[in-house]
């Protein structure tokens, strides 16, 4: 089983400017923290428009629910491998998209858009020291939802 207490949700329909990665207490069903979090950029090296893939090599976010995997020290220190449990974002492992911090992320919302990553979910450094307190103390698996309730998909 997963981790009943806790779970992430990350709402794309939300500008990358303002918050979207919240952390939500399934026992009362209220938002504990929320943070701002980084999409991935696609072909440009800005995409200020919302594009997602599962591909390898897209540079997109992929929207579904993962499985929080085990922790390590990458290119941007302490991350976390992301297990696609989707058809939309089964090839997370494969595209080395990780839960992970980046300095230029910002704590508090801003008036700009954010950096954009290669795809992974990247938040504010303080915000993974609180996450993966949660994740490291948690019994069980955690989950992450990315969704976004705006996006049509090009058919």
């Known amino acids: 089983?997963?981790?009943?207490?806790?779970?992430f949700l990350v709402d794309m329909s939300v500008k990358s400017n303002k918050?979207?990665?919240?952390?939500?207490?399934?026992k009362t069903m209220r938002i504990e923290k929320s943070a701002l979090v980084a999409q991935g950029r696609g072909k440009e090296n800005?995409?200020?428009?919302?594009?997602y893939s599962n591909k390898p090599g897209s540079n997109?976010?992929?929207?579904?629910v993962y499985k929080i995997g085990?922790?390590?020290?990458?290119?941007?220190?302490?991350?976390?491998?992301?297990?696609g449990l989707e058809s939309s974002n089964s090839n997370a492992l494969k595209r080395y998209i990780v839960l992970h911090a980046m300095g230029t992320v910002p704590d508090i919302e801003t008036n700009f858009p954010i950096w954009q990553s290669e795809g992974c979910p990247s938040v504010a450094p303080k915000m993974l020291e609180r996450i993966g307190n949660m994740i490291d103390n948690s019994?069980?698996?955690?989950?992450m939802w990315m969704y976004d309730d705006t996006y049509i998909p090009v058919i």
């Open 46 to 51: 800005l995409n200020l428009d919302k594009e």
């Open 60 to 64: 997109c976010s992929s929207l579904g």
């Open 19 to 26: 918050y979207r990665f919240f952390i939500v207490n399934l």
């Open 1 to 7: 089983g997963y981790n009943n207490e806790y779970a």
């Open 70 to 83: 085990k922790s390590y020290e990458g290119d941007f220190g302490l991350s976390y491998r992301l297990h």
């Open 139 to 143: 019994n069980k698996p955690m989950l």
